[in-house]
């Protein structure tokens, strides 16, 4: 199989193509390395990683400039992980998240068309669904933060390439997305390095919001999954099994590594979701796919690969 991959240097993303890798498929990987979130170096070690197999063949240059009909056409799926992630920098500069999320995908749904052979795999959010996410893929959709927005107008678009052009697209809502080298912007992350630094933890809201957390191998391997069955005008959530608060979240992170949690109470962030329980019953059904990765021993993979990495 030969698969383009965007977003090929990010946290998921890059998860997604070094499985495809060792699954033995060519794999094309577009990353423009932005560095508006996190620093670049982050994904530049992540995509050395990639380069160290023949199989796989980078691409640097932005989605939504780059000439993409010849490297699409060299492949059998596009797997769309490329987005502008994060709730609060969506409110600040909505420019980058409509460039990102909309015109970006909006490009590649073009190429697509040009393509007719060639079948795409959308990652998209729970924050489709806004404040709470909470039942199956036919909730009202109804985004609360910027981000979210952008996230469903990308959806939008894909359903309205499919009616008028015939595109074969599959979409995958992910729901809270967990485990080692996750992004360094993300809760889960900071909270480990503080919790290792012995540092003040700052909590948004009351810290009993909750969320299906799902990890990143898990997520990995029902987008594959997705890119073999290749279920054409499917909208599927891809979560795992088990809800939990952020508070206890904190607390098995902070006996992963031995310390006792200084929590600091701040309002809540506006349009921070305050629950997330998904229902991936299609998912399992359509893509032959289960949540493996228990959650208490994920997140202590995680807080112990955050010791590693700082040399805790």
């Known amino acids: 199989m030969r698969v383009l991959v965007t977003g090929s240097a990010g946290f998921i993303g890059s998860r997604v193509a070094m499985m495809l890798l060792e699954e033995s498929a060519e794999v094309f990987g577009v990353d423009c390395l932005s560095g508006d979130l996190y620093p670049r170096k982050d994904k ?41 992630p994060g709730l609060t920098l969506s409110w600040e500069s909505f420019t980058t998240y409509t460039h990102s999320n909309v015109i970006a995908t ?17 990652a998209s959010t729970s924050s489709v669904y806004g404040l709470n996410a909470l039942g199956a893929e036919d909730d009202p959709l109804e985004p609360v933060s910027p981000y979210g927005v952008t996230k469903l107008a990308a959806e939008h678009l894909i359903h309205a390439y499919t009616r008028n052009f015939g595109l074969r697209a599959t979409v995958l809502r992910y729901f809270s997305v967990y485990g080692p080298s996750q992004r360094p912007d993300m809760a889960y992350e900071r909270f480990c390095e503080k919790l290792a630094r012995s540092e003040p933890i700052p909590i948004t809201g009351d ?22 069955k290749r279920l054409a005008g499917e909208t599927l959530n891809i979560c795992g099994d088990q ?49 493996l990765v228990p959650l208490e021993d994920g997140l202590r993979a995680q807080a112990r690969d955050v010791l590693k990495r700082l040399g805790a």
């Open 44 to 84: 530049e070690e992540r995509l050395e990683l990639l380069r160290e197999w023949p199989s796989f063949t980078p691409v640097i240059g932005d989605l939504a400039e780059i000439e993409l009909d010849p490297i699409i056409g060299e492949c059998d799926v596009v797997i769309h992980e490329a987005a502008m």
């Open 207 to 228: 810290g009993r919001q909750s969320r299906t957390n799902t990890h990143i191998n898990d997520v990995a391997r029902a987008t594959i999954a997705a890119a073999h």
């Open 243 to 291: 809800e939990m608060a952020l508070l206890d979240v904190l607390s098995i992170f902070a006996d992963e590594i031995g310390v006792t949690p200084e929590l600091i109470f701040n309002e809540p962030r506006p349009g921070d979701q305050y629950r997330t329980r998904g229902d991936a019953s299609k998912a399992r059904a359509f893509l032959d796919w289960e949540p």
């Open 106 to 122: 909006e490009r590649l749904l073009k190429a697509l068309v040009d393509n007719p052979d060639v079948h795409l795999v959308h």
